[in-house]
């Protein structure tokens, strides 16, 4: 049985995710839409839009955890696994983390060992819908295991590097390894 609580210290479970956003969500053309896995891949990649919804190989439930306290369990999501992506394009062994690039300005990034884990994916829908705009539409990405601020929506560029990029939040005094169950909130000092 887990042993694991599901809501880690300090947080409190509500019912709906709150869309927080940068104050505009980015339009979305399903003609002109693309999403590119680039930077030290072997074979970068631009998958359009139907390319990229007939790749769904993800149907999982996770929780997100925001930073500032709230947490909603057990969202259910349809997607592609980023490991499906990165096996794809070929990751370069100088590779180490990964930066994800989003159509509002928005930032992240997270070790390429996060890619292991099989719930860290791309989705299309969020409880059998597709994404909304405040959901981050078309797609965005999904790290249950650490805050939300990883969780880019909006997500077009996934850029394979050596050394870490700091992106949003990471360089505004959030805390890069962002654990919940180490309640790694602001960065150190
Ligand atoms: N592109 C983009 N992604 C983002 C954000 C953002 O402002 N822009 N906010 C992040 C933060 S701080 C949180 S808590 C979650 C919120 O997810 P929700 O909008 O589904 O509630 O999205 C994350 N992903
Ligand atoms: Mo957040």
Redesign the pocket.
Known sequence: MGSKPKLPPGQRAIAE??????GHNPPFDPESWNLEVTGLVETPLKLSWDEFRGRVDYRGKSD?H???G?S?LDIEWEGVRLSTLLEQAGVKPEARFVFVE?????S?SFPLSDADEADVALVIK?NGEWLTP???RPV??VVPHR?????????RRIVLVAEDRPG??ETRGYHNEADPWKEQRKAPG
């Open positions: 995710t709150r869309k927080i956003n940068l997100l925001c930073v500032e709230w909603v989003s159509d509002d300005g928005y992240t969020q405040d959901e981050g965005r990405l805050y939300a601020y990883k969780a880019a929506k909006f997500v949003y939040w």
